[in-house]
């Protein structure tokens, strides 16, 4: 599903790091219609391996996703 994400033609492409480590509900960031417990959830630092970070390389540089683009400041 992510690769599919990242074919697609728009500029940008977002993918929740909950959805690359395979999270469940358990990492949501936010709970549509609740006001309290939203926005706690944080990647703890090694949680993105080195096979991950690998993988997401080389889907980026596949399907051209691998520069800034045209970002301007």
Do not use: F, Y
């Given at each position: 599903?992510?690769?599919?994400?990242y074919?697609?033609d728009?500029?940008?492409?977002?993918?929740?790091l909950?959805?690359?480590?395979g999270?469940?509900s358990e990492?949501?960031?936010?709970?549509?219609g609740?006001?309290r417990?939203?926005?706690?959830?944080?990647?703890?630092?090694g949680?993105?391996s080195?096979e991950l970070?690998?993988?997401?390389?080389?889907?980026?540089?596949?399907?051209?996703?691998?520069?800034l683009?045209?970002?301007?400041?």
């Open positions: 599903m992510i690769e599919t994400v074919m697609s728009a500029v940008w492409v977002i993918v929740p909950q959805d690359v480590l999270l469940g990492a949501r960031i936010n709970t549509p609740t006001d417990g939203n926005w706690q959830w944080m990647m703890q630092p949680c993105l080195s970070q690998t993988w997401l390389d080389r889907i980026a540089r596949k399907h051209r996703r691998n520069h683009g045209n970002c301007k400041n």
